[in-house]
T-cell receptor, first 114, second 114 residues
Framework: GDSVTQTEGLVTLTEGLPVMLNCTYQTIYSNPFLFWYVQHLNESPRLLLKSFTDNKRTEHQGFHATLHKSSSSFHLQKSSAQLSDSALYYCALSDRYNQGKLIFGQGTKLSIKP | DAGVTQTPRHEVAEKGQTIILKCEPVSGHNDLFWYRQTKIQGLELLSYFRSKSLMEDGGAFKDRFKAEMLNSSFSTLKIQPTEPKDSAVYLC????????????FGEGSKLTVL
């Protein structure tokens, strides 16, 4: 079946350093839609960014990700971490033509230290 | 527009009890989802409705979990009988039919089963 894998459960970084959270997926969909959701403490998850175009960089709120179908990856990056980036990040997958149903990864907790 | 509303926010149940969680989606949204959130598994899909029709009933969750959508603006998730392993946060989300693929999550119902 379809699945999303986030290999890091916890990533701890010092403020100002670059961020990279890994996301790989498996799917039967020929046109997958990939998402990153962010969940801050005591809040519900909200959409951070999304993409369905192969090899095209998508950006939002300082974060960026590029869907690479050849490697089934959609890693989340940011050039310089801020304390406010500390949160739980979920990578998710859907069929482009059935975008509502999302399959989520296990989540990566990002902790930024001063 | 009001967001997704979930009640109760917190529920404590004894093992074997029946509990019902409630969700009101964003007005006008046709897709409704129930997810279970735990630290180990992340976000697991329990049920998915499109225009009140059940599209997916969550596979492994079928035997004790039952979601219903009584009308376009109200859904329930019944867990019967509860077990301690059901302790988790249950999130309801909605989205527009074949729209952006963006889910709007409620604040969740935290269930503790003793």
């Amino acid at each position: 079946g379809d699945s999303v894998t986030q290999t890091e459960g916890l990533v701890t970084l010092t403020e100002g350093l670059p961020v990279m959270l890994n996301c790989t997926y498996q799917t039967i969909y020929s046109n997958p839609f990939l998402f990153w959701y962010v969940q801050h403490l005591n809040e519900s998850p909200r959409l951070l960014l999304k993409s369905f175009t192969d090899n095209k960089r998508t950006e939002h709120q300082g974060f960026h990700a590029t869907l690479h179908k050849s490697s089934s990856s959609f890693h989340l990056q940011k050039s310089s971490a801020q304390l406010s980036d500390s949160a739980l990040y979920y990578c998710a997958l859907s069929d482009r033509y059935n975008q509502g149903k999302l399959i989520f990864g296990q989540g990566t907790k990002l902790s930024i230290k001063p | 527009d009001a967001g997704v509303t979930q009640t109760p926010r917190h529920e404590v149940a004894e093992k074997g009890q029946t509990i019902i969680l409630k969700c009101e989606p964003v007005s006008g949204h046709n897709d409704l989802f129930w997810y279970r959130q735990t630290k180990i598994q992340g976000l697991e899909l329990l049920s998915y409705f499109r225009s009140k029709s059940l599209m997916e009933d969550g596979g492994a969750f079928k035997d004790r979990f039952k979601a219903e959508m009584l009308n376009s603006s109200f859904s329930t998730l019944k867990i019967q009988p509860t077990e301690p392993k059901d302790s988790a946060v249950y999130l309801c989300a909605s989205s527009r039919d074949r729209g952006t693929g963006q889910l709007y999550f409620g604040e969740g119902s935290k269930l503790t089963v003793l």
